[in-house]
């Protein structure tokens, strides 16, 4: 009789295999103190006592604007982690020329807005949002994840006691003001 040959291996799974799963987030998450956001956070374990933090959120636009997207995403997102515990108080409209001196303050815990909004106060901020001729989205997520730029942000607003976050992207907006069609460079 023949010798027996060992059975084939079973069969791959289709594609590429996925990672486990991620553990599942703390319940409740971490104290807010640890948290370097929030200018106002108190001494480490003062939220530990089950007392909600006070968290506020101003935005620069209109609340049916569409870049308050990112903010209900947010508002949503904070919820669902913190079943409920962090509820996000929602100001919209806030004057661009006060919202960014309210988080510095302590008198809200962040805002959102498009950093060419504060170049009196912090005079490189436009290079952390559109300027013509600059990065395209995927160019400046890149830059700000993986080419320095978030150190770089970071850096820039310490002086403020803020931590800058991309939340989000516009893309490249036209810059200038024209009295007549600009048909090729020789118009301008």
């Known amino acids: 009789s023949p010798p027996s040959s060992p059975p084939p291996p079973p069969p791959s799974p289709?594609?590429?295999?996925?990672?486990?799963p991620p553990?599942?987030?703390?319940?409740?998450?971490?104290?807010l103190a640890q948290a370097p956001l929030f200018p106002h956070a108190r001494a480490e374990g003062q939220y530990a006592t089950g007392v909600s933090p006070p968290l506020s959120l101003s935005s620069v636009w209109p609340e049916t604007f569409v870049n308050n997207d990112v903010v209900r995403s947010f508002q949503?997102?904070?919820?669902?982690?913190?079943?409920?515990a962090w509820p996000l108080h929602v100001k919209y409209g806030v004057k661009k020329e006060i919202a960014f001196d309210e988080v510095r303050a302590g008198a809200i815990s962040m805002t959102?807005?498009?950093s060419t909004y504060w170049p009196d106060t912090a005079p490189a901020s436009a290079f952390f949002a559109s300027i013509p001729f600059g990065?395209?989205?995927?160019?400046?997520a890149a830059w700000v994840s993986h080419g320095?730029?978030?150190?770089?942000?970071?850096?820039?607003?310490r002086p403020h006691n803020l931590?800058?976050?991309?939340?989000?992207?516009?893309?490249?907006?036209?810059g200038g003001g024209f009295n007549k069609r600009m048909r090729s460079t020789k118009d301008f």
Do not use: I, N
Request: a negative charge.
């Open 14 to 20: 289709p594609g590429p295999r996925c990672p486990p």
């Open 76 to 84: 949503h997102a904070l919820a669902e982690v913190s079943g409920g």
């Open 163 to 174: 931590v800058p976050f991309m939340a989000g992207d516009t893309g490249m907006q036209m």
């Open 148 to 157: 320095g730029g978030k150190e770089l942000w970071r850096e820039h607003y």
């Open 112 to 114: 959102v807005g498009h």
């Open 135 to 140: 990065l395209g989205p995927e160019e400046f």
């Open 23 to 31: 553990p599942s987030l703390p319940h409740p998450p971490p104290p």
